[in-house]
Every structure is written in C-alpha cells, then in structure tokens.
C-alpha cells in the first residue's frame, strides 16, 4: 500500500513540478534557519557542560546590598573556600580560582606571547573541573611554587621543536617557571578560558602575600561541587550568612550559581540570556512561518485535485486512506527538504559563525541527541502542516468534487483559517523587520554615544610590575616623551576605561553606620584629566605642588548624585577611602560599556613611581606619524629595559560590535528570509482566491467594470489582511525593543514604524498584483466557461 501512494506521490510531483519546487524551497529555507539558529543556542546554553559532574557544580557569589544597587558580585575572599570544605558536610571540594591578568610567556626572544588568560590555583581544581591531562601528574603539578601547567595550544606555540615537560619558561622577562604538566585544550564553551594554571604558592613566593589570609580581598572566584542527592536550594540557604562571622558592618549573602548559568547571566543581568532566548524566538517563527506557507500551497494546490479526489471516493477510497495518501506525499516533501535544509545548513554555518563569533557545527553521529531532536522537529512539522490541508479536501463531498464546485464546498466551510494563517506570516515578517530596525538604532546609538572622554590620536600600554626602571619617576619620563616632536603630553594611570577597572566599597561623611557604595576606583597622575579629555564641572585638578593632594580626591557626577549632595556640596567633604577629601567633580564618562549605567568614580592621585602595575597614556599630534609612535617606543623601552609591552592606538572596544552588529546581520538576513516565506505563502492565497472568484470576475466584465475596478475590488482583501497584521506586530515589536538589556536607549523612532508598515503594503501589493491582474485581463468569455 506505501508502494502505491509513494508512486503516485511521485507522480503528482513530477507533474506539478513548479508547485514542488517553491514548496520544497519554502520549508528547506525555513529548516535550515532553524537547524542554525537552534545550534547557536544549544551551544550558548552548553557553556562548561563538558564537566564530568557539571550537574552537582556551583559558582558561589556574593549579594550585596549598597546605598547605590543592588547587585550579585562573581569574586569573593579566597577563605571562602576553605570554610565550605571544612565545615560542610553537603560540601565533596571546594576550590579557589584567580585571574593572573595576563603575563608574556617567552621560551627566547622571538618564542615570546602575551597570554592573558593565566589563572592561579591548587591542585584541587583537577578534582573538580573536567581538564585531561596529556603529560604530567595532577597531584603534583601545581604542589610547589613556581610550577606552570599548560594547554597543548600554548605548549605547541612556546616548544614547537621540543617536549616541554620539565623546560623552563620566563615569564615577563624576569621569572622562570618549569613546565609541569600539560593538559587538553579547554572547550570553547566554558566561562573559564584557561590557557596556563599557576600555583598559589607562586603568588605568595613572588609578591609575599598569600590570598588565604585576607577575608578583605575580594577578588577570587569559588567553586563548590555538592554531594549526590543535595538540595541546591535548602543548601544555599545554609551558607547564605556565612560572612556574617569575618566581614563586620555588612549584611551580604552567599548565593548558589549553578555553572550552567554562569555565562549566560553575569551577576544578576539577564541581558545576554534575554539576547540568545531572541535567537531562539527568531528560529523558531521563521519555522512556523515556512510550516504555515507549507499549509497554505498544500491546500491550494490540493484543491486543484478536486475530480481526482471525487473519482477515489466513488470507487470507495475511505476518508482516512485519503488523509493517509496525502499526507505521505507531505511528509515526503517534508524529509526532502530537510535533506536539502542540512546542505544549506552546512554550506552557511561558516558565515553564520563570523556573524555570531563562534566555532559551531553539525556533527550528526556525535551529537546525535541534535540530529534527532531536528529530524522530531520536522517529522511534527510535516504531520501538522499536512494534517490540516488532507482533513479538509479529504471531508469534501464527492458531488461537489466531480461538479468542480469545490470552491463552494470550501466557502461553505468558512475557509478562513487560510487567511489567519496569512495574517500570522505577515505579523512575524512585520515583527522581524521591527526587530531588526530597533536593534540597527540601538546599535548605532551605543556606537555613536558620546563617551565623556577622546580617544582620538591617543596612545596606550599597560605595563606590569617592574623592578628596574631608569628613572623610578614619571615626571622624567614624562619630561621626556614631551621632547618627542608630535607629543602632545602624557599620563600614568592604574586604570583606563574600557580595559580594567577595579571596585572599592565606599562610605562618606555623614552615612549612616555600615552603609556603603560601590564606586569604581582609579589612581591617576595630575595630568590624567587632561590627557584622557575628561570634564572638570566642578572643583579643581590635582596639583604636584601641593602635597595635601595625596589625600585628596575628584569624584564624578553619579558619586554626589547617589549620596544626594550638589556638586557645589560635595567640596570639600570626606569620603572613607583613607580619610579623602574631594576637591573636583568630573562629568559622567563611561568607565565601563556604555550597555552599562555609569556607576559612581572616585579618582585619587598617583604618586608618581614606575615600579608597579602601570597604564602609560600618550596622546600625540597624529597618531598616523610613524616617526613619533616609534620615538615613544624607544623611550619606553629605554625607560623598561625589561618589561614587555605593546603600545597602541586607543580603542574602546565598548561591547557594542560582537553583541549588536551580530544581532544586527541576523535579524536583517533572518527578516529577509520571512519576508521571502511570506511571499511564497501570498501567491498561494492569491492563487486560490483567484481560482475561486474566476466566475464573479467573468460577471462583473460583462456588466461592465473595468480591469481597474476589479483590480480593486480584489485586492481590497489582502489590504485588510496586511493591516490587521501590522495593528497585531506593531506593539509586539515595540514589546521586543522594550526587553532590550541595555541600560542606555534611543527614544522610539516613530519613522521606522511608518516606513514598516508601508513597506509591507508595497511589498504585498506587488506580490499579489501580478496573478490579480492576470486574472483582471482575462477574457471573460473564458472565464464564465469555468464550469
């Protein structure tokens, strides 16, 4: 019996092969959307899965509440994980990570890499992250100091010609490690990129401090891995006071993260989460777009078998062998488009990975869970989308069928589900093309918002600790670079926005006992308002000459505004970062990316030594002027005989280009593609409403109205539909731009709205203006011949 509907599903096929083609075409495209789509968020949804025991693993973080926020911190004391391993039984390991912040790994002066992805830890993180080790023994390669581990990448690129195991490796020129394991590339997907392991001890041996002994240093990430069987809930709310007892004045709270939702929620923001579920939401309408398009030319095109399907119920086809014949020819169109759906998934993956900045595949025996979750995706697809079209034509009366009225059968059957399935189509294709223009216009904003400081013609390098240094002042060196023809002046800084930034916990004269702020911290030199172009509003700069300044400090706009001063208010008053004194208020700036609010500054003054962490700021005549970037260079290498660095242009990579121009490209290609579905599943509805209406066009000829009348007449219909659909997807567009995770946002541009909105009548009118008016030209001589 397959047999026999399979061969003549062939049949039909070959001889409508124009209806197959498009039919074939819409749901291949909308599949193959879908299949990448559906990859993008399977992968950012998988981020340190690859962890053995991923399930039973937790970030643990910090709730705070502050006079300015709040919020849920990623780093605390690295104690922390001490106290949960000894004195919690719900507790299997417990471990402490820390970011080195990036070192020059050199095996000889041209084998020399800044690596910045380093990290400091014990050799517990073996026991509770999943990393396979290819040489060395995971006990022991981090039980002693100055032992380095490394991922085979990083081994490859510093031994090319030689096994490391057990060779030396100088790190910023001055400190030798040895190789003591090398372990597998970490995963793309994990939250914690690590490229070497360093011990703790290290830190203690070189810098005499030891992260174990401060409950004040908060800087450290925790790890928890929790026993078989624990509550995740009733366990958190254990541990939830457990600072209560080391940090005095402060109400904070532990908080459990499982580590599936680390990298797509960082703290308390769900706006990446919110970004990929977009992704997600774009995938699957433009499947039910391309399902519904296929509902729509099955039916019309079923429709046109109406003698064929009369004459099978005369010779005694039964209602349920019909739904069966036509919905084998539906699924067979279904899994021929899948076919083709997984070649154009293939053949656009690399592009989609530049657009998304990610290494995705399809690997169908590996991942089979995906292979079979898209195959279930279009199997449902093609039962519901061929269910509905063969119930109808199948529920036909034979009369009607073999008298060719079986447009009156469906009038009779108020067809008007066909058109709320149009109206859907043109809803997300209006929706999408909302989307896309909102999210171009958030793009752009953030792109071109002013940032309260110029980076144009400005040079930068960070500089790590140095023990010698030619002169331990930078005034000298200052001096100096100033004699650089093209110099204009030059700055030292701990910080630079969009580069580093560290937080203090701030209170002020007149808080109340145990109220504090999170302020974002700087330490600059006199001149670092004014080569950075920031805005003195109130107050006065630093001065070398007064050494009062050394406990003075300059705060910005949201730092008075959040303790309710003016700024006029805020001279002169302490603030309890070692008893400083404000003596400037500077205009917000974003120290951070402008997707973020502008949290509270204060900016305390350097005292001008060389030898620790450094950010050096250079800003020029035209940093175009090879003769003067090269000069700076050569007096900072001269300056830093043994440090290494990389002076460069200044650039704010504010955040804007990876997120919004991707999402941006998506959404404009993705609103390309519903808007071509949408077309195909017009001409359908066209196609069938003109069949239908071929006798009163005939009529209305020959009592007189013109092609023109007619013309009108008919497509007063599709008008209807398209405005109903954009009264539908304009406040659902508007809905979308709304859960935008941006703190910053343009005004709604009402133009875009308009010039949707006519777009999607144009485009309508042209899509079904050539079948109307082929069928408004007929001769109705032809047309009252119908029967």
């Known amino acids: 019996m397959f047999k026999n509907f399979l061969k003549l599903a062939v049949r039909n096929f070959y001889k409508n092969g124009t209806y197959s083609i498009i039919n074939i075409f819409g749901l291949s495209v909308g599949l193959a959307s879908f299949i990448m789509l559906s990859l993008f968020v399977k992968y950012e949804s998988s981020y340190d899965t690859f962890n053995e025991d991923y399930k039973r693993i937790y970030r643990v973080e910090q709730k705070v509440n502050l006079a300015n926020e709040t919020s849920q911190w990623n780093q605390l004391p690295a104690p922390v994980s001490s106290e949960l391993q000894d004195n919690f039984a719900e507790i299997e390991e417990a471990i402490t990570i820390r970011e080195v912040w990036g070192e020059y790994l050199s095996t000889s002066k041209k084998l020399t890499f800044f690596e910045p992805d380093g990290f400091y830890a014990n050799p517990d993180i073996f026991e509770l992250f999943t990393f396979k080790f290819i040489s060395g023994n995971k006990k022991s390669a981090l039980d002693a100091p100055m032992k380095i581990v490394l991922t085979e990448t990083i081994a490859e690129k510093l031994f090319p010609d030689s096994n490391p195991m057990g060779q030396n490796i100088l790190i910023d020129s001055k400190r030798t490690y040895q190789v003591s394991g090398i372990i597998e590339d970490i995963p793309y997907n994990s939250t914690i990129g690590i490229t070497y392991i360093i011990p703790f001890s290290t830190y203690e041996n070189v810098y005499n401090g030891n992260f174990f002994d401060h409950w004040e240093w908060h800087d450290c990430h ?42 797509l929620i960082q703290g308390d923001n769900e706006g990446y989460w919110i970004a990929v579920m977009l992704y997600g939401m774009v995938g699957v309408f433009i499947l039910l777009l391309a399902a519904m398009n296929f509902v729509n030319l099955t039916t019309a095109y079923s429709l046109t078998r109406a003698k064929e399907i009369g004459i099978k119920k005369v010779v005694g086809s039964s209602k349920l062998r019909l739904i069966r014949n036509f919905l084998t020819e539906s699924m067979i169109l279904v899994f021929i488009s899948l076919l083709i759906a997984f070649t154009i998934a293939e053949a656009t993956l690399p592009i989609f990975n530049k657009i998304v900045s990610l290494p995705l595949s399809i690997n169908y025996i590996k991942d089979w869970e995906f292979t079979l979750f898209i195959i279930g995706i279009t199997f449902i697809t093609g039962i519901l989308s061929g269910l509905y079209p063969s119930i109808v034509i199948s529920s036909l009366s034979p009369i009607i069928t073999l008298k060719n009225r079986i447009f009156d059968g469906v009038r009779n059957k108020r067809f008007s589900m066909r058109k709320g399935l149009v109206i859907f189509q043109l809803v997300l294709s209006v929706l999408f093309v909302l989307i896309t223009l909102g999210v171009l216009q958030q793009f752009n904003y953030l792109k071109n918002k002013e940032l309260g400081f110029n980076t144009n013609n400005l040079l930068r390098t960070a500089i790590k600790e140095t023990e010698k240094v030619k002169i331990n002042e930078f005034e000298a060196l200052r001096n100096d670079l100033k004699q650089v023809p093209g110099v204009v002046d030059a700055c030292l800084s701990l910080n630079t926005p969009f580069y580093s930034s560290w937080g203090r916990l701030i209170d002020w004269e007149g808080a109340q006992a145990g109220e504090n702020m999170n302020s974002r911290y700087n330490q600059a030199y006199s001149t670092y308002i004014n080569v950075m172009g920031l805005n003195l509003i109130g107050g006065r700069d630093f001065n070398e000459n007064l050494a009062s300044d050394s406990a003075a400090c300059i705060v910005n706009e ?83 005989p043994e440090s290494n660095f990389n002076l460069k242009p200044y650039g704010t990579d504010n955040g804007t280009n990876d997120v ?43 009592l007189g109205a013109s092609s023109i009348e007619i013309y009108k007449n008919l497509t007063k219909e599709y008008i209807i539909l398209i405005l109903i659909a954009n009264v539908i997807a304009i406040p659902l567009g508007l809905f979308v731009f709304d859960m935008d995770p941006s703190y910053y946002k343009p005004d709604i541009n009402y133009f875009n709205i308009i010039y949707t909105s006519i777009l999607s009548v144009v485009i309508t009118l042209l899509t079904i203006s050539i079948q109307i008016i082929k069928s408004s030209n007929a001769n109705p001589v032809d047309s009252l011949r119908y029967e």
């Open 222 to 263: 925790i790890y928890a891995k929790l026993r078989e069987g624990v509550d995740e809930n009733l366990f958190g709310d254990k541990i939830a006071n457990l600072l209560d007892d080391f940090l005095e004045d402060r109400e904070d709270k532990l908080v459990l993260k499982h580590i599936e939702k680390v990298h």
């Open 558 to 640: 949201t730092f008075v505004d959040v303790i309710g001063w003016s700024k006029e208010e805020a001279l002169g008053k302490k603030v309890w970062y070692n008893g400083h004194t404000i003596i400037g208020v500077i205009k917000d700036f974003h120290e951070q990316s402008p997707f973020t609010k502008i949290k509270p500054y204060i900016l305390t003054k350097h005292p001008g030594h060389l030898t620790g962490w450094k950010n050096i700021l250079v800003r020029v005549d035209d940093i175009s002027n090879s003769e003067t970037v090269g000069k700076v260079k050569t007096i900072l290498e001269d300056y830093f």
């Open 660 to 702: 919004y121009q991707g999402m941006v490209k998506t959404f404009s290609f993705f609103s390309f593609v519903s808007i071509i579905i949408a077309i195909v599943g017009l001409f359908a509805l066209v196609s069938f409403s003109s069949k239908r209406k071929v006798k009163e066009i005939g009529i209305r000829k020959v």
